[in-house]
């Protein structure tokens, strides 16, 4: 199944891209989508920390299934004072 994965501030700058497509098997989890797009693109794994990750504008954990034509946001965590 195709997903959609829209990337934010370092991600984005990492991959070079705004948007990617994402080939994942049927009834893949958002963890399961990450480890492929590490996969496709290692200097995301390379980061040492776990991005924060919506699914259709909602917040998900790395548990959620995914459906074909879902968009993932990916976000690197935050911090701030």
């Given at each position: 199944?195709?997903?959609?994965?829209?990337?934010?501030?370092?991600?984005?700058?990492?991959?070079?891209?705004?948007?990617?497509?994402?080939?994942?098997?049927?009834?893949?989890?958002?963890?399961?989508?990450?480890q492929r797009l590490e996969q496709t693109y290692p200097v995301l794994g390379r980061q040492g920390y776990s991005p924060l990750t919506a699914c259709n504008?909602?917040?998900?954990?790395?548990?959620?299934?995914?459906?074909?034509?879902?968009?993932?946001?990916?976000?690197?965590?935050?911090?701030?004072?």
């Amino acid at each position: 199944m195709l997903i959609n994965v829209k990337l934010f501030a370092s991600y984005r700058e990492l991959v070079g891209q705004e948007k990617v497509g994402l080939q994942c098997e049927p009834g893949a989890t958002v963890g399961e989508a990450m480890q492929r797009l590490e996969q496709t693109y290692p200097v995301l794994g390379r980061q040492g920390y776990s991005p924060l990750t919506a699914c259709n504008l909602r917040q998900v954990g790395r548990g959620h299934v995914l459906q074909e034509g879902d968009e993932l946001a990916v976000f690197p965590p935050v911090s701030g004072g």
